[in-house]
């Protein structure tokens, strides 16, 4: 199951960002998707560099919400891939100037829109919310189960739900067909647990 980590500064309740990084890197998540998207792209890619200098005994893969640009500059340092959100332009845009090996990801809230993403080049989706967000306040009605597993039966990439995603429903989104669950609170929470 992929389990990935999207980070917010801001939502976190105690210690810094990088150790709240650095525990889920040692936890064993399957990819870190630095989302912080107050930064500017220099302290961002500052972020990004100062991730991937730490420890990281399980290989996880580190991933740069919407700035393709800073992931690519920070991929020369080891960054995996870059996640792109609804509406961006076609991952095949972007599959032209990456590396090979280089994870594009893309932002989903429909069947239609996982679709597209694959049509479109995508190597992975998250599709969401599938709950109310524990985060944020959500801009589109929660999807449920049903949906869930109707976005990852349309398509062979790997659909992530997100979106309300806890300890205790995780296993559900997988029996659905998720290939596992993105989430920001369910592994900031781990972070505060483990402290």
């Not at 992929?2 to 976190?12: G, H, N, P, V």
């Not at 792209?41 to 740069?64: C, D, M, T, Y």
């Not at 944020?136 to 109707?150: D, F, H, Q, Y």
Request: hydrophobic share 45%.
């Amino acid at each position: 199951m992929i389990r990935c980590y999207i980070t917010d500064q801001r939502a976190l309740a105690s210690g810094s960002l990088l150790d709240a990084i650095a525990q889920n890197l040692g936890d064993g998540v399957t990819w870190i998707q630095i989302r912080e998207k107050h930064l500017s792209a220099r302290a961002l890619f500052e972020l990004v560099g100062a991730a991937l200098q730490l420890p990281n005994p399980h290989g996880s893969k580190i991933i740069v919400n919407t700035r393709a640009d800073v992931a690519l500059a920070a991929g020369v340092a080891g960054a995996s891939g870059v996640h792109l959100p609804s509406g961006s332009p076609a991952a095949r845009t972007w599959r032209a100037i990456v590396p090979t090996g280089f994870l594009i990801g893309v932002s989903c809230h429909s069947v239609e829109d996982v679709r597209q993403a694959e049509d479109e080049g995508a190597d992975y989706v998250v599709f969401g919310p599938v709950f109310p967000p524990r985060s944020k306040i959500a801009r589109v009605e929660p999807r449920g189960l049903k949906e869930l597993r109707r976005a990852a039966e349309a398509v062979r990439i790997p659909v992530l739900a997100l979106g309300g995603v806890t300890q205790e429903n995780s296993a559900a989104c997988v029996s659905a067909g998720a290939a596992g669950v993105a989430g920001i609170t369910l592994f900031q929470e781990l972070v505060k647990s483990n402290s």
